[in-house]
């Protein structure tokens, strides 16, 4: 069963800035003139001194959905002071990102969980051994009507313990 990609509105994010820990020398300032490089990193600095983390920081946006969550990330990363994180993060793609990245983590749950369903044909290949019905009787409904059609008892409890196990003994 194929899943739809989730879409942003329908996804909580998250945008945060954390200290990057790489050094700023060599990575935040490359303008080919020294001493102005010097200052900037000097600035660069002297703003993370006085708690300004956006300074030099990595940008996080994290998505969620029911609680599968997916990340982007963006370091070596220093914003103005005037400048907002969430913008940021909205400008350089790192939402789009994070979708893109939820919606592919669905997808490998997805390919996981496929892996353990088992068919409804087996299933109803037992359930008919177990009712002691013909097969073309079960196929007739669906999973959950086979439950329901039962009277409460041994074999109600039965077809309901296959339905949930996904047992499935062919043959």
Same mark, same amino acid.
């Given at each position: 069963?194929?899943?739809?990609?989730?879409?942003?509105?329908?996804?909580?994010?998250?945008?945060?800035?954390?200290?990057?820990?790489?050094?700023?020398?060599?990575?935040?300032?490359?303008?080919?003139?020294?001493?102005?490089?010097?200052?900037?990193? *000097? %600035?660069?600095?002297?703003? #993370?001194? /006085?708690?300004? @983390?956006?300074?030099?920081?990595?940008? &996080?946006?994290? !998505?969620?959905?029911?609680?599968?969550?997916?990340?982007?990330?963006?370091?070596?990363?220093?914003?103005?002071?005037?400048?907002?994180?969430?913008?940021?993060?909205?400008?350089?793609?790192?939402?789009?990102?994070?979708?893109?990245?939820?919606?592919?983590?669905? *997808? %490998?749950?997805?390919?996981? #969980?496929? /892996?353990?369903? @088992?068919?409804?044909?087996?299933?109803? &290949?037992?359930? !008919?051994?177990?009712?002691?019905?013909?097969?073309?009787?079960?196929?007739?409904?669906?999973?959950?009507?086979?439950?329901?059609?039962?009277?409460?008892?041994?074999?109600?409890?039965?077809?309901?313990?296959?339905?949930?196990?996904?047992?499935?003994?062919?043959?």
């Amino acid at each position: 069963m194929a899943l739809r990609p989730l879409r942003a509105e329908e996804v909580i994010f998250r945008v945060s800035a954390e200290e990057e820990d790489i050094p700023i020398e060599g990575n935040a300032i490359a303008s080919g003139d020294d001493e102005q490089d010097r200052r900037d990193s *000097d %600035e660069i600095r002297r703003r #993370l001194a /006085a708690g300004d @983390v956006t300074a030099w920081c990595v940008v &996080h946006v994290q !998505a969620e959905w029911s609680g599968v969550r997916a990340s982007a990330n963006l370091g070596g990363v220093s914003l103005a002071p005037d400048d907002l994180v969430a913008t940021f993060a909205s400008e350089n793609g790192l939402y789009d990102e994070a979708l893109q990245a939820l919606n592919a983590r669905l *997808d %490998e749950y997805e390919a996981k #969980l496929e /892996a353990l369903r @088992v068919p409804d044909d087996a299933l109803k &290949h037992r359930i !008919a051994r177990v009712l002691q019905w013909d097969l073309a009787s079960v196929e007739s409904y669906s999973l959950a009507s086979l439950r329901e059609l039962l009277p409460a008892g041994k074999l109600r409890d039965e077809v309901t313990r296959l339905i949930q196990s996904g047992e499935a003994i062919v043959g």
